[in-house]
């Protein structure tokens, strides 16, 4: 009786691990990559909230009819956090990545990272600079799944890339 639950068992995990992988791989058909100088770091369905604002700045002065009115300027430039949730990976950068900010190694932690649109029709890739994980949050039931990201970032370029070319 045991080895047949043995085999039960064993069939059950082979099915398990042949699905996840199938299911990996359609998924990552759409949304994005993560890479870095170490490599690719993980996948995520969807990232929102790349952009970016002013505060703004009020200046009282006098029209030239003695009225006072306030004119506003742009003040100081703050970039939005990047949030990435629906993720996976078989890498265990991401982890080591936010394990350096929890540390304290803050200046070690920030790095410049890739957000790589996997949509074949995309030619933009966004590169944050400076970046580093605000907040990490896993499936305590598989540590592959990421259920969330938050990154925090000085800077945001897009790159174009050539039409047709790989993620």
């Known amino acids: 009786m045991d080895s ?9 995990v082979i099915i398990f691990f ?5 299911l990996a791989q359609e998924d990552r058909q759409g949304g994005f990559l993560l890479r870095s100088s170490y490599g690719e770091m993980g996948w995520f369905a969807s990232c929102s909230g790349l952009g970016s604002e002013n505060e703004v700045m009020e200046t009282v002065v ?3 009819l003695g009225r006072k009115v306030v004119v506003k300027s ?11 949730t629906g993720g996976m990976s078989e890498s265990e950068e991401l982890f080591n990545w936010r394990a350096l900010v929890v540390a304290g190694r803050e200046e070690e932690a920030r790095r410049d990272i890739l957000l790589v ?14 970046a580093w994980p605000r ?7 598989d540590c592959r799944s990421i259920l969330e990201l938050i990154l925090v970032h000085e800077g945001a ?9 790989e993620p």
């Open 4 to 12: 047949s639950w043995g085999r039960i068992f064993f069939c059950l």
């Open 117 to 130: 649109p996997m949509d074949p029709g995309s030619n933009v890739v966004w590169e944050l600079q400076n």
């Open 62 to 64: 006098e029209d030239g």
């Open 157 to 165: 370029r897009r790159i174009q890339r050539p039409p047709g070319k």
């Open 74 to 84: 742009p003040g100081a430039l703050r970039y939005l956090d990047v949030s990435c």
């Open 18 to 22: 042949v699905s996840w992988s199938t």
């Open 135 to 141: 907040k990490l949050v896993i499936s305590p039931e």
